[in-house]
């Protein structure tokens, strides 16, 4: 499986960024998809997953009413919809996907995710 994300860029407090990951390969083994960001000087952290077809979502606590987690099956496609960033989001983001289905504790466990986007840099000011 291999994952292409895009839509990271800068942008000042308050705005919004959509993030895209295209799927391609083996997709029919990635049941659960997410994001998980990375600060600098921090450790990977979940944001948001979402299950196959769509079901299952979960997000962390810290974005949780500002953004969105979707999943276009047909296109092999997740979206994160972020809006009202602050600057504590800056971080690099990245799309992973994984065999297993979601449950609300893989946001704190990245070892179960097998496949990783390269990643894409998120700065707000």
């Known amino acids: 499986v291999q994952l292409v994300e895009s839509g990271g860029g800068s942008v000042q407090a308050g705005g919004s960024l959509r993030l895209s990951c295209a799927a391609s390969?083996?997709?029919?083994?990635?049941?659960?998809m997410g994001w998980f960001r990375q600060a600098q000087g921090k450790e990977r952290e979940g944001v948001a997953l979402?299950?196959?077809?769509?079901?299952?979502?979960y997000y962390a606590d810290s974005v949780k009413g500002r953004f969105t987690i979707s999943r276009d099956s047909a296109k092999d496609t997740v979206y994160l919809q972020m809006n009202s960033l602050q600057p504590e989001d800056t971080a690099m983001y990245y799309c992973?996907?994984?065999?297993?289905?979601?449950?609300?504790?893989?946001?704190?466990?990245?070892?179960?995710?097998?496949?990783w986007s390269q990643g894409t840099q998120v700065t707000v000011s």
């Open positions: 390969g083996n997709t029919d083994r990635t049941y659960c």
């Open positions: 992973a996907s994984s065999s297993a289905e979601c449950t609300d504790t893989m946001l704190r466990q990245v070892w179960l995710f097998n496949y």
């Open positions: 979402i299950g196959t077809d769509g079901g299952r979502i």
